[in-house]
């Protein structure tokens, strides 16, 4: 019923902006044949025409969205907005006899059940009441199924309009070509800014931590050596060094976990999302709902998404626990990761942007939610066929 109920005011609010846009189109029309003699004032005239064409094209493309369900997100310009509004305004139109051809039905049926069953003025005065029961049975049947077709008229109206929004609002082929040319160039430049920015933070991690323990581990070794017959000063310095190589091995697993985990070869998304889960050092709850495993280059992506968020929450954010929730619909990848911290994380970011041109780079869609307060919500959608 809500549905039907948008959809009515759209058709509505169509057959007023028809109106407007009838008018519009036949002053532009008359307005540039007028000045084809005139080639000055014709080229500013259309520049004019063309503005006001893109203005109220674009408040076509709202109501579209809005009470259609019908997004575009082709902005036309020129000729092709004014070939647009003029066909629209038929269309509008249309859908304005359809709302009056209701109204005047349902006027009408109230006037005539009003002077069926009046007492004074009958015009079916010494008729039986039984005549005038099923003289009213026939008037609602009749107008039921008049009212019908004119609904169904108005939903026809309601494709009609939707389909000049995918006819006209969307981009065409050349204009298609060149924003996937754009596109291209700009995920390229991004991933190759993402290799470099990830190289530089595994050089970080090398020389700030496990270079670091490599030059303890060989100082204690040196000293070690140097303890000469004191036996006990020797044997804790072995044991320290012993200890020192331990957390050279945690930080070259740390360091090789994040380049790229090697429980996705073992088992895929899922085990790899629940070792990190169990690593996150906060609580994190895992949902996992994909059946069929995705390809390895949307696992890898999907699982930094992941590992960036959860790494924010627990340094930054100050969140109590963490949702992470990763789920397959209509042939995309959803990952979705939910903490109830302070906010303010942003997609310019050097850890999120980064994550931003990773998903970029599989045509994917990345969106960050964490106003000031909390919470967060940071949304990737991979597409997995």
Same mark, same amino acid.
């Given at each position: ?11 509505? %609010? ?9 008018? @519009?189109? =036949? ?8 000045? %084809?003699? =005139?080639?000055? *004032? ?16 674009? *408040? ?52 005539? %059940? /009003?002077?069926? +069953? ?15 029961? +099923?003289?009213? /049975?026939? *008037?609602?049947? @009749?107008?039921?199924?008049?009212? @019908?077709?004119?609904?169904? !008229?108005?939903?026809? /109206? ?18 298609? *070509? ?38 303890? %581990?060989?100082? =204690? ?15 804790? =310095? ?18 090789? +976990? ?42 890898? /992506? ?46 310019? !970011? ?36």
């Amino acid at each position: 019923m809500r549905r039907w109920l948008r959809v009515f005011l759209g058709v509505v %609010l169509g057959a007023g902006t028809a109106l407007a846009e009838l008018v @519009f189109v =036949l002053s532009a029309g008359l307005a540039l044949t007028a000045l %084809l003699i =005139l080639p000055r *004032l014709r080229s500013r005239v259309a520049s004019l025409s063309f503005a006001g064409a893109q203005a109220l094209t674009e *408040l076509e493309r709202r109501r579209l969205a809005k009470y259609l369900d019908s997004s575009h997100a082709g902005r036309p310009g020129g000729a092709r907005a004014l070939r647009y509004l003029a066909v629209r305004c038929a269309v509008g139109l249309l859908g304005g006899i359809v709302l009056f051809l209701i109204a005047y039905g349902a006027v009408g049926m109230l006037v005539e %059940l /009003v002077e069926l +069953w009046a007492t004074v003025g009958d015009p079916l005065e010494g008729r039986s009441g039984t005549e005038k029961f +099923w003289l009213t /049975v026939y *008037l609602i049947v @009749f107008c039921s199924v008049l009212g @019908f077709l004119a609904l169904t !008229g108005l939903a026809g /109206v309601a494709v009609m309009d939707r389909a000049l929004g995918e006819r006209f609002l969307e981009p065409d082929r050349a204009e298609q *070509l060149r924003q996937r040319v754009e596109q291209l160039s700009t995920t390229r430049s991004d991933v190759v800014a993402a290799i470099h920015e990830e190289r530089r933070r595994i050089e970080r991690d090398l020389h700030d931590g496990v270079q670091q323990r490599l030059v303890a %581990l060989g100082m =204690l070794i040196g000293r070690a050596r140097r303890a000469g017959d004191d036996g006990d000063r020797a044997a804790g =310095l072995l044991r320290q060094a012993h200890e020192e190589s331990q957390e050279i091995l945690r930080d070259f697993r740390d360091v090789a +976990w994040r380049v790229y985990p090697a429980a996705l070869d073992a088992g895929g998304l899922h085990p790899a999302l629940a070792a990190l889960v169990e690593r996150a050092g906060m609580p994190v709850e895992l949902r996992y709902e994909v059946a069929q495993r995705p390809a390895v280059e949307v696992e890898a /992506v999907a699982y930094f998404v992941v590992s960036e968020a959860v790494t924010n929450a627990a340094k930054h954010s100050g969140a109590g626990i963490v949702t992470v929730r990763v789920e397959r619909e209509e042939g995309w990848l959803v990952v979705r990761v939910d903490d109830d911290g302070a906010g303010g994380a942003s997609v310019r !970011g050097a850890g999120l942007s980064g994550l931003a041109r990773r998903v970029a780079a599989l045509d994917g869609k990345f969106t960050v939610d964490s106003p000031v307060g909390g919470p967060t919500t940071i949304v990737a959608e991979l597409p997995c066929g």
